[in-house]
């Protein structure tokens, strides 16, 4: 398997269409690059949930999947399965968020995603962050729209155990959902894990890469 390092890392941004989004998808990833990066700044922007119940959710949630970290988080107020229909506003939240911060890394939705926000929000990132690493995560769901990922992050086991906890503990509001369980979570990982040589790993797609061979 080939690996290819970026080096240290001081600033991630991470964008999700809903509250729950960026730790389904790149919640071990999170944990992994916060204990190796002390002090790393994360600047999150949610675009639901603003004002409900969700948003305290989310803010303890990034809260523990960020450990040390210097967190920022947004939750904004569009409507939940909508954006489309909000597309200006959705940009403007998106090129505020670009305006200031100059990421090392960036997480967000695939755009092959089968749920119209966050395929909308994976689109408006590709062009708001047009030089700038990208990774696109996934969302398992009913729509079966899981595809062929070709970036891993390895996790180790106790970081897979801590994100299954961590999304369990800190999403009640989701836990009535048929696929929102350890099962899910875990079996997904483990997927990724046998893909990539690994125990457990968190898979992403990437629209652009740029590689130096001869740094």
């Excluded at 989701?174 to 929102?180: D, F, L």
Aim: glycine share 10%.
């Amino acid at each position: 398997m080939i690996r290819l390092g970026t080096g240290r890392l001081e600033r991630v941004v991470a964008v999700g269409a809903h509250c729950d989004d960026i730790a389904i998808g790149a919640g071990g990833t999170l944990l992994t690059l916060c204990r190796a990066h002390p002090g790393l700044r994360v600047d999150a922007l949610v675009l639901s949930g603003g004002g409900t119940e969700r948003e305290q959710e989310e803010q303890e949630a990034l809260t523990a999947f960020c450990p040390g970290a210097d967190l920022r988080l947004t939750v904004d107020k569009l409507p939940d399965g909508r954006l489309p229909a909000h597309w200006a506003d959705a940009k403007a939240a998106v090129e505020e968020l670009r305006a200031r911060t100059e990421p090392d890394l960036v997480l967000a939705p695939r755009t092959e995603d089968a749920h119209q926000d966050h395929r909308g929000v994976a689109k408006l990132m590709t062009t708001a962050f047009r030089d700038h690493l990208v990774l696109g995560y996934e969302i398992v769901k009913w729509d079966g729209d899981l595809g062929r990922p070709v970036v891993y992050q390895p996790l180790a086991p106790d970081t897979a155990e801590d994100k299954v906890r961590l999304l369990q503990e800190h999403y009640p509001s989701q836990r009535h959902r048929p696929w929102y369980d350890r099962e899910a979570f875990l079996g997904l990982a483990r997927i990724r894990g046998i893909e990539s040589n690994a125990r457990y790993a968190e898979a992403f797609a990437v629209t652009k890469l740029t590689v130096d061979l001869g740094g």
